[in-house]
């Protein structure tokens, strides 16, 4: 394969400090120094899948090698940054929201072992797509009863500020807790709206909620005793 001179060393296995320099002052006999080469890494290609913000499987980057695994099991850091922008390189972690959506460049930068040179490869570009909301929905509130006041329909969904609800298909939505004061069986819907990383979710179903009557509270009459 190719090859690079990589310095000169004192010692037979050329490790320690490369010489670059010799002080005649330094040295009373004559000295051999050796001649370090260094394989260059070839043939390597660097591949990145899109993937959707959130997931929860984020894909890996893959190195590949003409002549398989990498020689030497060599320190591989990813970067990434930008499509087309000259923005420092960031170091690239497995963090499904580390990236927003968007288009991005990879590279990979291969470390020097005893007997390769460093190397980089890439950029390679990939995508961060819109990801779906990860979020607990509302639900119905149970046992509720006619007391000749509103009464919330359901309990606030969680995991994002972006939840609008809903009474019946054709109500308009409203960041508010649906209420209700008069007994009957409702219908709530819920939406969360997209934003630049996730696209709008919109439940269909809906959420069936009951108030009961209310129990009559009767005083019963007293008898007179007439005399």
């Given at each position: 394969?190719?090859?690079?001179?990589?310095?000169?060393?004192?010692?037979?296995?050329?490790?320690?400090?490369?010489?670059?320099?010799?002080?005649?002052?330094?040295?009373?006999?004559?000295?051999?120094?050796?001649?370090?080469?260094?394989?260059?890494?070839?043939?390597?290609?660097?591949?990145?899948?899109?993937?959707?913000?959130?997931?929860?499987?984020?894909?890996?980057?893959?190195?590949?090698?003409?002549?398989?695994?990498?020689?030497?099991?060599?320190?591989?850091?990813?970067?990434?940054?930008?499509?087309?922008?000259?923005?420092?390189?960031?170091?690239?972690?497995?963090?499904?929201?580390?990236?927003?959506?968007?288009?991005?460049?990879?590279?990979?930068?291969?470390?020097?072992?005893?007997?390769?040179?460093?190397?980089?490869?890439?950029?390679?570009?990939?995508?961060?797509?819109?990801?779906?909301w990860k979020f607990t929905a509302p639900a119905a509130k149970t046992g509720l009863k006619f007391n000749g006041e509103a009464q919330?329909?359901?309990?606030?969904?969680?995991?994002?500020?972006?939840?609008?609800?809903?009474?019946?298909?054709?109500?308009?939505?409203?960041?508010?807790?649906?209420?209700?004061?008069?007994?009957?069986?409702?219908?709530?819907?819920?939406?969360?709206?997209?934003?630049?990383?996730?696209?709008?979710y919109v439940d269909e179903n809906g959420i069936e909620v009951k108030i009961a009557k209310a129990d009559w509270v009767i005083t019963p009459p007293e008898a007179k005793t007439?005399?």
């Amino acid at each position: 394969g190719d090859i690079e001179f990589g310095g000169w060393f004192i010692a037979s296995d050329c490790t320690g400090t490369a010489v670059t320099q010799l002080a005649p002052a330094a040295y009373t006999n004559s000295i051999t120094l050796y001649a370090k080469w260094l394989n260059l890494r070839t043939g390597i290609t660097l591949s990145m899948s899109d993937y959707k913000y959130g997931a929860d499987n984020i894909p890996a980057p893959q190195l590949s090698s003409a002549a398989g695994e990498l020689e030497e099991s060599p320190i591989v850091n990813y970067y990434c940054r930008a499509k087309g922008s000259s923005d420092e390189w960031q170091k690239w972690t497995v963090d499904a929201e580390a990236l927003n959506t968007g288009d991005y460049e990879m590279k990979a930068e291969i470390a020097a072992t005893a007997t390769y040179k460093e190397a980089t490869v890439g950029p390679v570009d990939f995508s961060v797509e819109k990801g779906t909301w990860k979020f607990t929905a509302p639900a119905a509130k149970t046992g509720l009863k006619f007391n000749g006041e509103a009464q919330a329909l359901i309990t606030a969904g969680s995991g994002s500020d972006a939840f609008k609800y809903k009474t019946g298909a054709e109500g308009e939505y409203s960041a508010s807790i649906p209420a209700e004061a008069n007994h009957g069986t409702y219908t709530v819907y819920f939406k969360l709206d997209g934003d630049s990383n996730h696209d709008e979710y919109v439940d269909e179903n809906g959420i069936e909620v009951k108030i009961a009557k209310a129990d009559w509270v009767i005083t019963p009459p007293e008898a007179k005793t007439l005399t």
